[in-house]
Every structure is written in structure tokens, then in C-alpha cells.
């Protein structure tokens, strides 16, 4: 059994996937509907894999004996002025992420919760790999600048990306 403290805060951080989910959709419409598919795709599946880290911990909640309360999504924003901006908006929220999974942590160990101590370890690693791979394309980005066969390189790169769910890894 969950405490309130420990379920409450779980349910935050659905609706934080949630918010995720919804901002890479944003950028994916953004980069879909200025000519840049590769982009969209790769933020598009980053749409996908935020709905599964929710689902996890909606899961993970109602397997604990909770129940998970869904909140309003807050707004997003709607477009960004060049791919750089995007990914590093992208980097920035994910290490707010990142500081969010590191105080639910810091919770279920104070609450002695060695499940919850458990499951968070998946997300612990994700979100090395999230920031990892955020930086990566910034620092190919940055490489290119405004070189537009660069760019243009770059989005058929990022449009062989394919979603691949967790459990398949
Ligand atoms: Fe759900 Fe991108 O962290």
C-alpha cells in the first residue's frame, strides 16, 4: 500500500509525462508543419514514449492499491524559431524531469518504499539517456549551424528513428 504522500506524488508526475507528452507533440506539429518530417518524427515518438511513462506510473499507482487521479494539462508551447531552440528547450525539460524522478526517489526512501525505490530505477536510467541523447543533437546542431545540407542531412537522420516500447528493449 501507497502512502498519501507517496501516491499523491506519483500522481504528479503523471500528469508531468502527461505535460511532456504534450509539449513534444507541439514541437512534432511545429517541425511537421514547417517542412522538417525527420524532426517531427523524432519528437513524435518522444510523444509516444512520454504516454508510456505515464501509463507506467498509472500502473504503477493502481497495482500499489492507489488511484490515479488525472489533473488538467497545462498549456504548451506552440512553436519554436529554429531546431536548436527546440532541442534545447528539449534538454532543459528533461532535467527538470530528471530533478523530478530524483524527489520522488528521495521520498519512497525516506518512506522506507522499496518498491517505489524499485521502479524508479527504469526511470533513474531513462533519463540519463533522455538528457544524452538531447545533448547529442544540440551539439550535431550547433555543428551545422545554419548550413541548410546539414540540416537537411540531419532530418532524414532523425527520420529513421522508430518507436520501440520499453518492455521490447
Ligand atoms: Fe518521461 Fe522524457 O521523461
Known sequence: MLSKKMEEALNAQINAEMWSAYLYLSMSADFASSGKPGFANWMNIQFQ??????????NYVIS??????????????????????????????????????????????EEKDYATQSMLK???????????????????LRMISDN???????????AARVYTPSTQE
Do not use: C
Open 64 to 109: 500499489r492499491g492507489g488511484k490515479p487521479v488525472l489533473k488538467p494539462i497545462e498549456a504548451v508551447k506552440t512553436s519554436w524559431s529554429s531546431p536548436l531552440e527546440a532541442f534545447e528547450d528539449t534538454l532543459h525539460h528533461e532535467q527538470k524531469v530528471t530533478s523530478l524522478i530524483n524527489e520522488l526517489y528521495a521520498l519512497a526512501t
Open 122 to 140: 527504469w526511470f533513474i536510467d531513462e533519463q540519463v539517456e533522455e538528457e544524452e541523447t538531447a545533448q547529442g543533437i544540440i551539439d550535431a
Open 148 to 158: 541548410g545540407f546539414g540540416l537537411y542531412t540531419l532530418d532524414k537522420e532523425l
Open 49 to 58: 514514449e512520454e504516454q508510456e511513462h505515464a501509463l507506467k506510473f498509472l
